[in-house]
């Protein structure tokens, strides 16, 4: 595996993938790919990595929302990685890869998933929740047209419980239960802050 070629390529394709998620910051996809990868390292180490390939992991998670925007886009991003990929990889390596953008978002079936692909999975929706939870919010209601009240009124609202819930329970490993935790305490105090800063009704 050329792990340098494959990191040229992610800046490549990914760094100007315009429109796939429109209501962020520009470079988006490009950026979770990277902040995944190190946490499918951190993940690695608090759970146990034997028989993992790690180079394959980090390939699959820079490139996991290759086909973001499109419908059933994990099927989608495996169809198209191994021509993304070229030659950087041998067969094996494509089909793993291929495998692992594949399962990563196929959390209502994890006894079907290996564990490589539910570190993905998780590695995934952690860098959803805290700081940088807070920085989704901003862009996406900055984005929208919307101002800060209409942000507290969501992230307070019961479609946001719901949501994190849902996520919560998607997690297959203690350390990551224990991180989004850890995430959520940051994030719930920014948002009450911020609220008391509105001088809104606490």
């Known amino acids: ?8 390529i992610a800046h490549a394709v990914l760094l100007n993938n315009k429109g796939a998620q429109p209501l962020r910051e520009p470079g988006y996809i490009y950026y979770h790919g990277q902040r995944v990868a190190e946490l499918c390292k951190w993940l690695c180490s608090q759970v146990g990595a034997k028989g993992i390939n790690k180079n394959n992991l980090y390939a699959a998670s820079l490139f996991h929302d290759i086909a973001k925007g499109k419908a059933h886009h994990a099927l989608a ?15 094996s390596e494509r089909e793993n890869i291929e ?45 929208s047209g919307k101002i800060q009240q209409d942000m507290i009124d969501y992230v ?8 994190i819930k849902e996520r919560y329970s998607q997690l297959n490993f203690t350390a990551s239960k224990n991180e989004f935790k ?10 009450k802050r911020l609220r008391e800063e509105m001088m809104l009704t606490p």
């Open 77 to 91: 991003g495996s169809k198209i990685i191994g021509d993304v990929l070229g030659d950087s990889v041998n067969n």
């Open 99 to 143: 495998r692992l953008v594949r399962e990563h978002n196929l959390r209502e079936l994890p006894n079907k998933c290996s564990r490589d692909s539910k570190i993905l999975q998780d590695a995934d929706i952690l860098d959803h929740f805290g700081a940088q939870g807070v920085w989704l919010s901003t862009c996406i209601t900055v984005k």
């Open 182 to 191: 850890r995430r959520m305490r940051f994030q719930k105090n920014f948002f």
């Open 156 to 163: 307070f609202g019961q479609n946001e419980k719901a949501y």
């Open 1 to 8: 595996m050329k792990l340098n070629k494959i990191e040229e």
